[in-house]
């Protein structure tokens, strides 16, 4: 049976290769010879863009941990009005991208904006004659970033406190804990673990912001990648940064699994928590409304209304030639990432089934690292590769006394693409993944017994049974492939936009109602994987 998987292996450990090579050729680049531009930043502004990232990153991670586990607890143990509103929507802000909300709170609170307005005429104030925090600062970007990226510790600690185990909360109420006791000393300390894994998941994104911090004026590592490429034309010193900024989130997915070492949790879900949830009354229970439900208008309901009322009067100027045609290749581009991803997804997950060992284990390991990358560092990775590939067949063709063909990997859509794929073909694996652990070893067994091979037993047992899961895993590499702005501004090719590039640029130059329309549709799509991952959640529980 060996040999005839070898096929399998191949094509596993090759495409775990391909996807791997951007993140080696960042440390390669990065181990290469070192420029006079990088010693000059690490001399000049790379201690600032440090330490604005540093602070950047603990400050989002402390707001999204105070927002989301009051949220989640609320939600998984709590009774209050409109609950199952609320327990899906407080997952929506995670779908507006978080430069959109950025923009749009700078259009409220600038100085020129409606609420300084209003608080000047209301109160017959000059300018000068009072203070109003400045929302284009370090903390203006912790706060926006924030309401954007706290349902990822929402979602974790709401599955988690669901899943606890009844006789704990029963043995609470006996002792007589008030809700709040029970929560700080049983509830909490048992969802550490899921605390962690959301912390790093939003420190990850984070660090890997750019369109954010870029309007917000603060300089950090991934705009000093931005910034280092493109003004300065160095890509070693640029791959320099992207590694310490590699290494800084090896560091964070180290210490969340270093944190976990010893923890050990053994407690039986129960299905039914109706019963052992408290019943809030009074101020309690109209604080915990109000409290839910002022962040999705916060963080969503109002954001998304502003785009629509923008959209809706400035429809005559967005609805153009330009905006079609970027669609489309938004769509064209998104459309082959998702079916090269599911592709992948399928030949390491297959590989996985049919070999069940280390070596296929490592290999779906090494196929899900670039989801880790942000997507300004992944496009230093990608750029190494193609621009060496590029290279190579010109020299060659010049050798050969042939027309050289140009820039045929690095100036078209093909940089892009690999890229998306390497960045989101983790999602397509963990989807095809949990599909195909649920076919019972038993049809491999009796297809093998009627004679199938490994193609036939692909294509004709396991296909039918996870078409679901594969077309989930193909959704959500499409919108993850929609939304991605980082790795977009860097690798499209000339005269090129996506609705993420398009929506940046409009925004960038102060014109976000032209940017409202495309900004409406990649929220919308960005709603999709939300609802399959709220419906999956409540189909577990």
Same mark, same amino acid.
């Given at each position: ?31 290469? @010879? ?46 209050? *009005? ?10 929506? *802000? ?14 409220? /609170?600038?100085?020129?904006? *409606? ?24 903390? =203006? ?41 029970? /929560? ?13 894994? =959301? ?5 990850? @994104? ?27 034309? +160095? ?46 009354? =009074? ?66 997950? /297959? ?22 990358? *942000? =997507? ?32 045929? /990997?690095?100036?078209? &859509? ?35 017994? &009627? ?30 492939? &929609? ?52 419906? +999956? ?5």
């Amino acid at each position: 049976m060996k040999e005839k998987n070898i096929v399998w292996k191949t094509s596993s450990g090759a495409l775990a290769l391909l996807l791997v090579l951007p993140i080696l050729a960042i440390f390669y680049t990065a181990l290469g @010879e070192t420029s006079d531009i990088f010693a000059h930043l690490i001399n000049t502004v790379m201690p600032t863009y440090t330490y604005n990232t540093v602070v950047l990153v603990l400050g989002v991670m402390l707001v999204s941990l105070c927002l989301g586990v009051p949220s989640a607890w609320i939600m998984a143990m709590c009774k209050i *009005p409109s609950e199952k509103v609320l327990q899906w929507a407080l997952v929506l *802000p995670l779908a507006m991208p978080g430069y959109i909300i950025g923009y749009i709170f700078t259009d409220w /609170f600038d100085f020129a904006g *409606p609420i300084q307005i209003w608080l000047r005429e209301t109160f017959s104030l000059l300018p000068g004659e009072y203070w109003f925090p400045d929302i284009r600062t370090l903390g =203006g970007a912790i706060a926006v970033l924030s309401l954007v990226l706290y349902p990822y510790v929402y979602l974790l600690c709401r599955a988690a406190f669901m899943e606890q185990n009844v006789s704990l909360l029963q043995s609470a109420r006996l002792l007589k804990c008030s809700p709040w006791e029970s /929560f700080r000393r049983i509830s909490l300390p048992l969802v550490r673990p899921s605390i962690a894994v =959301g912390l790093s998941l939003v420190a990850m @994104e984070t660090i890997g912001d750019f369109g954010t911090v870029s309007y917000f004026a603060v300089n950090t590592l991934t705009t000093a990648v931005y910034d280092t490429w493109l003004g300065y034309s +160095s890509l070693s010193a640029a791959a320099k940064i992207s590694a310490i900024m590699m290494l800084v989130i090896v560091f964070l997915l180290g210490a969340e699994r270093y944190s976990r070492r010893k923890q050990k949790l053994f407690q039986s879900q129960y299905n039914s928590h109706e019963d052992f949830r408290y019943h809030l009354s =009074g101020w309690k229970k109209w604080l915990a409304v109000m409290w839910c439900w002022g962040l999705v208008s916060i963080a969503f309901i109002f954001p998304l209304g502003q785009l629509i009322i923008y959209a809706y009067k400035y429809f005559s100027q967005s609805w153009t030639e330009e905006f079609r045609m970027y669609a489309f290749n938004s769509l064209q581009v998104s459309m082959i990432a998702a079916v090269i991803g599911v592709v992948i997804a399928l030949v390491v997950n /297959f590989y996985r089934r049919l070999a069940p060992n280390h070596t296929s284990v490592v290999f779906m390991r090494l196929s899900s690292l670039g989801y880790a990358v *942000p =997507g300004t560092v992944l496009a230093i990775g990608v750029m190494v590769p193609v621009l060496f590939l590029d290279h190579g067949i010109n020299d060659f063709a010049k050798w050969m006394d042939w027309q050289r063909p140009g820039l045929i /990997f690095s100036g078209s &859509m093909f940089a892009l693409i690999f890229a998306l794929v390497v960045r989101f073909s983790a999602v397509a694996i963990g989807s095809i993944e949990t599909s195909l652990s649920k076919v019972s070893p038993s049809l491999d067994m009796a297809a093998r017994t &009627m004679g199938c091979k490994n193609n036939q037993m692909l294509r004709r047992v396991h296909l039918p049974l996870i078409k679901r899961g594969v077309l989930i895993a193909g959704l959500l590499v499409f919108i993850e492939s &929609m939304k991605e702005l980082n790795a977009a501004l860097l690798l499209r090719p000339f005269n090129f936009e996506t609705l993420a590039t398009y929506v940046f640029n409009f925004a960038s130059d102060e014109q976000l109602e032209l940017a409202a329309m495309p900004a409406v549709l990649l929220v919308l799509v960005g709603l999709i994987p939300l609802i399959v991952i709220n419906r +999956s959640l409540e189909q577990n529980h």
